[in-house]
């Protein structure tokens, strides 16, 4: 889910409604002088301050006419009537509140409550319906929102249905095998996938984990791998400490690193390599699987199911700023770029890029 902490986004509709304050009182200074009328900025900012914050107090109710009977959907018409009402309702009861307010800082010119309902009343009509277009704005990227980190949620849980069986099943044959001729060796094999299926139960809910624990999951698979090829595989992650504590996408590695392993290393009866790499350039991290196999051949496919989910992801994620690419150059390589953070975005930044991230 993402949700704003509630003190942000009051600070935030605090920030808008003053905003609004001030270039109104500006416009009327501004005309005032165009007039030669006499310009007395301590009347006018008070008073001017008091009649946006009188609609800026309705904001909750705003909320709950966009929550309760939102413009859009099937007969999304048939609400605009109850919006129009409650439009008409708020003009008064702002204008009702805000009336004795303006006496008490300009007694100089006292007004009457119809008085302010006839000179005011489009504005704040006005207000109304612009307040309720950016509550829904801001409720359809929200939602918008969930819905591709539910989307994401569900290519991780698929990607994990895929890959696990896959695995296990490779896994425990190499395991029985080696029972009866290398038993330490088999051992140690059932150790690290101990370890692997506890590290995996730890990330499920994780979206996005340090690079750390996502070499270190790594590691655990690579254990594996190494006892199931032996010295036919070498294997080398190159990862430097500064970039140890960035935020990637939880399991990105271990399905693009299997694949690397599977085609890299396929009927060839010579030393294998695989080459895991992290840097950071400026803004952007960096992650690189390479592998030293017959690269593409006619025929093979180009974006398989661990590929596509990978990009995917990458995209829900982050959107334009990453991207997936695959390389040829004497094997196979699949170089992510996404943005270098060591925290998670704040939703009110994600909001005002109008980006996903």
Partial sequence: MVHAKPKQLWLLGFLIWTVLALMSAAQSVARRAFMGRPVDLLAILPTTLADWYTCGMFTPFFYLMVRRFPIRGDRWWARIPVHFAASLLFTLLKVAIYTPIYNVLDPTQPATVSMMLFGGFYADMLAYWASVGVIHAIEYYRESRERELEATRLALENLRAQLQPHFLFNTLQSISTLIHRDQPAADRMLTDLSELLRLSLRTTASQEVPLRDELGFLDRYLDIMRVRFGDRLVITVDADPDVREALVPSLVLQPIV????????????????????????????????????P????????????????????????????????????GFTVRIRIPFRTSPPDPLSAMRRGGTQ
Avoid: C, K, Q, W
């Avoid at 390599?273 to 950071?280: C, D, E």
């Fill in 295 to 330: 690269g593409m051949t006619a025929g093979t496919p180009t974006n398989g199911i661990g590929l596509a989910n990978t990009r995917e992801r990458i995209a829900r994620l982050y959107g334009e700023p990453a991207h997936v690419e695959t390389l040829v150059n004497g």
């Fill in 258 to 293: 299997e694949n690397a392993i599977t085609h890299g290393m396929a009927d060839r009866p010579d030393i294998g390599h695989v080459t895991v790499r992290a840097r950071r350039n400026a803004g952007s991290l960096f992650l690189e699987v390479s592998d030293d196999g």
